[in-house]
């Protein structure tokens, strides 16, 4: 039997197929089977999988059409090894990706899963970003926003079949990954081992972004109310706020808005922090409540007119801040 399965959905992926592909097939790390599942694809995406000799690619083809989730419920529940890897068909593997991720689970048996950073590039290939998103404070921010690239995992299959595998239609990858922290541990790598691309028909940045923006508010919700109670809620522009979308509180330039938010968070980072849980570090959740605070913060006093930003400041007691306002030297930030 193989050491892992690396699970790769496909759906109308022709374009970058073949790059995703041989990136898992030239991994230093072999001994895997590569379980392959077109989801219903309309154009040479079976034709370029079956072009593939290799014994490792056990391919499976959907009917019709089942969507993300189901497609990957399927392949978990199929895979042959305890150990899954994800893939997408549009992205690239770094050749050292398997060996890296497998010989930490190897070396950590109680973590669940582990994720690692990306190198973002544009549909051409071409380098746009590398995040700089610090390991420790991974737990923290996944309460607001979803910093594990899905396409980056290697998971367990009995951890993610406990906590019912992929839920959502949208923001799956959130969802599952929120679960499985609440009572398994999680870590992320603090290096690039993947090229993640951004191309025009990625689902939650261009077809379907209305959809998992919406799916996110709601997921958000349910999370403070994990630690918050069951009748705990927030306006959206709140929900926004905290995911770094300041547009909505922006426009009512109302300071009380703005102080009140900023109340919310902390409001939620004492109860993160109360909250017993095997990931919970107090040291790194200090620190990237404390950042993320400044972060938006900051963000918001750089676009409202000075008076305001004068008056929003003396409400939280930034007196710091307020002197570098003054002085117009504003407060430099870590995201």
Known sequence: MSALTVLM?????????????ESILDQTFQ????????????????????????????????ERNLGISPTLNKGIT??????????????????????????????????????????????TGEFLRQDQFDSRYFYYNLNFVCWIYHPTVMYRKGAVQKVGMYTAAYSEDFELFWQLAR??????LPEAL???????????????????????????????RYYAGEDYTLPDKYLECLQHDFTSLLQ???????????????FLNQKILAKENINA?????????YYKERFIVSALVRQLPRHKAVLFLLSLGKMRMLKQLISSKLLSHKP
Do not use: W
Request: hydrophobic content about 35%; glycine content about 0%; aromatic content about 8%.
């Open 31 to 62: 001994d895997f089977e590569f379980l392959i599942i077109d989801d219903g694809s309309s154009d040479k995406s079976q034709e370029i999988i079956r072009s593939y000799a290799d014994p490792r690619i056990r391919f499976l083809h959907n």
């Open 194 to 224: 993947l090229d993640y691309r951004i191309t025009n028909q990625s689902l939650h940045q261009v077809l379907k972004k209305q959809e998992y923006d919406q799916a996110q508010k709601e997921q958000l919700l349910r999370n403070f």
């Open 78 to 123: 199929l895979a042959r090894t305890e150990l899954i890897a994800r893939m997408d068909a549009d992205d690239i593997c770094h050749p050292t990706r398997l060996e890296k991720q497998y010989a930490y689970m190897q070396a950590n048996p109680d973590c669940a899963m582990v994720s690692s950073l990306v190198r973002v590039v544009s549909e």
């Open 281 to 289: 570090d107090p040291k790194a959740i200090a620190e990237a409540a």
């Open 9 to 21: 959905p496909v759906f109308n992926s022709e374009r970058f197929l073949a790059q995703a592909i």
């Open 252 to 266: 009512e330039q109302r300071v009380s808005s703005l102080y009140q938010c900023i109340k919310e968070l902390r």
């Open 183 to 188: 009572n398994h541990k999680i870590h992320n």
